[in-house]
Structures are given as structure tokens and as C-alpha cells.
């Protein structure tokens, strides 16, 4: 597992910073290499009060700053990433209000595996992307009915190092 800060930023669709969201160290995920923390209770929470509204064609970015310089090994196999964000959407058009849990599959990886690849300590990179489709809000974080698992979030970005 990387070890640095992970940081949730809404975009506009010319890639323009509009909010940062959360900003949350990979220790709070306590995660290892290949696996994910199972206790969704030790997860962090994102609070939906605080997510500003993501329109359609923004884009929710997951960015990470690694802590130390790290470069992938050159023949290793790519390790598995792991997302886990809870949302709100909203269909502006029928008013449909749905809760669902973004997963890695839902996004674009904007940093894949390549061999011999460096991360700079300090150096912020986009790692993950999600474009906000036609005719959708969305908010992070779910309406809280049980505070010791709903809106937690989980962020883990695998690397092979040696």
C-alpha cells in the first residue's frame, strides 16, 4: 500500500478546481498491500453536509501525494486498488434520489501501473477520475442511519516495488 495523503477534489469538465472535498491520510485507512481494512467501522466518515453538489459533466478527482519517493518494479504484475465513496444522486430531470457506493470500476485511472514508474514524495497526482453524467447531481456521503458504517469512505492505491 502507498503510504501518503489522499485528497477528493470537484472538478469542472476544463479540469478546473472548484472544491476540495476531503483530504485524508492513507494511515486512517489502515490497509495493507492487497488488502483492504475489513472493519468498515475504522473507516473514515465523509460528511454529505459538507460535499458541495457535483453537476453534470464535473468530475470527482482522487488525488494522491505520496509520503516517500517510490518507483514500481519493473516485472511485477499491477497490484489491486481498491475505492469505496458513497454518494448521493440525484436525476434532475424525473427527481429520482438514489444512494450508491462508487467502487474502482466506476472510475478512470488516471495513474495505471507501468513498469519502472516513479512517485515523487510531495508531488500530487491524479489517480482516479469520475465524469458526472448527463442530467445528474451528486453529493458525497449517504443520509446517515447508522453512524458506525454509513458515508465511510475507503481509498487504497497498491504499488509493486520490488
Known amino acids: 500500500m502507498q503510504v501518503g495523503t489522499y485528497r477528493l477534489v470537484h472538478r469542472d469538465n476544463n479540469d478546473n478546481t472548484l472544491a476540495e472535498i476531503a483530504e485524508i491520510r492513507s494511515e486512517q485507512f489502515g490497509g495493507v498491500l ?6 468498515i467501522q475504522r473507516w473514515p466518515s465523509i460528511k454529505k453536509s459538507l460535499s458541495p453538489v457535483i453537476e453534470e459533466d464535473d468530475k470527482l478527482v482522487i488525488m ?8 514500481e518494479h519493473s516485472t511485477a504484475a499491477a ?6 465513496i458513497p454518494v448521493t444522486i440525484k436525476n434532475k430531470r424525473s427527481g429520482v434520489v438514489y444512494e450508491k457506493t ?22 500530487w497526482y491524479d489517480i ?10 451528486m453529493k458525497i456521503g449517504h443520509t446517515v442511519l447508522d453512524v458506525r458504517t454509513d458515508s465511510k469512505c475507503y481509498i487504497q492505491k497498491d504499488s509493486t516495488t520490488s
Open 34 to 39: 492487497g488488502t483492504p481494512q475489513a472493519d
Open 64 to 71: 494522491f501525494k505520496p509520503s516517500t519517493t517510490l518507483t
Open 79 to 84: 497490484a489491486a486498488n481498491t475505492v469505496m
Open 102 to 123: 462508487l467502487a474502482v470500476s466506476d472510475f478512470t485511472d488516471r495513474r495505471a501501473y507501468a513498469n519502472s514508474q516513479v512517485w515523487t514524495a510531495g508531488v
Open 128 to 137: 482516479f477520475s469520475l465524469t458526472l453524467g448527463a442530467q445528474l447531481q
